[in-house]
């Protein structure tokens, strides 16, 4: 979002008549979320006016605590941020962006991940028109990603980013194997909303060489399941 994020932290930049970070606040507490972590960036521009409106103007509906942590200005992927954050998670932990503004209903997403017992849930969406158009334009390799689905359970059992790819997909007989009824999709986004249990927090903050949620997930669980389709906020 540069060059909007030059003066003020993407999670201020106004949509409608609020910082983007209130519809990631309201999504979590409507869903029932009672402790909330807000990672943030330590010194940078914009930094004082987040403290204040989450300390000052915020109005928390049912949250118990919304509790603020520093991170380093080096850490880029979400891995990262979550190593900054695991003395607070104790638990199974929901992570998403604070751009993600959309109707999602994250209570259900929350349900089915424990319905199906899986270890990791991810949320996501079709692709928009332009986005889908990006690939005719130059230089625009690594902005989709290839993801498998199992057709009957939405089951995911293959995640790798267009970037990643040299010439031909890497698919295993295995794959095939364990679900033999796979749909290959490149016209889906992740919507960096994940559900996971704690076991797979603490592989990712182990392993030093993941630095993104992003295509980790089929390969750190055995049980990846995709929670459906978002809807953008009106």
């Not at 796979?182 to 016209?187: C, E, F, K, T, Y």
């Given at each position: 979002m540069y060059?909007?994020?030059?003066?003020?932290?993407?999670?201020m930049l106004p949509v409608g008549n609020r910082p983007m970070i209130w519809y990631a606040l309201q999504s979590l507490e409507d869903a029932g979320f009672q402790e909330i972590i807000v990672l943030i960036r330590k010194e940078t521009e914009g930094h004082n006016d987040l403290y204040r409106y989450l300390?000052?103007?915020?109005?928390?509906k049912s949250a118990k605590a919304i509790r603020v942590v520093e991170i380093d200005n080096d850490v880029n992927g979400t891995a990262d941020a979550l190593r900054a954050a695991q003395a607070h998670i104790h638990a199974g932990?929901?992570?998403?962006?604070?751009?993600?503004?959309?109707?999602?209903?994250?209570r259900?997403?929350?349900?089915?991940?424990?319905?199906?017992?899986?270890?990791?849930?991810?949320?996501?969406?079709?692709?928009?028109?332009?986005?889908?158009?990006?690939?005719?334009?130059?230089?625009?390799?690594?902005i989709k990603d290839y993801i498998g689905l199992d057709v009957e359970t939405k089951t995911v059992v293959y995640y790798t980013p267009e970037a990643d790819v040299d010439e031909e997909l890497?698919?295993?007989r295995r794959m095939?194997?364990?679900?033999?009824?796979?749909?290959?999709?490149?016209?889906l986004t992740d919507c960096h909303l994940y559900v996971m249990r704690k076991w797979v927090v603490d592989y990712i903050v182990a392993d030093t060489t993941i630095s993104s949620l992003?295509?980790?997930?089929?390969?750190?669980?055995?049980r990846v399941v995709c929670a459906g389709k978002l809807g953008t906020q009106s």
């Open positions: 060059p909007l994020t030059e003066s003020m932290k993407k999670a300390a000052e103007t915020y109005e928390s932990v929901l992570v998403m962006s604070c751009d993600l503004v959309a109707n999602v209903n994250i259900s997403m929350v349900d089915e991940w424990r319905i199906r017992d899986a270890d990791v849930c991810m949320a996501l969406a079709d692709s928009l028109p332009h986005e889908r158009g990006l690939e005719n334009k130059k230089n625009a390799k690594g890497d698919l295993s095939f194997t364990q679900w033999p009824r796979v749909q290959l999709r490149n016209d992003k295509g980790t997930g089929d390969a750190v669980a055995e």
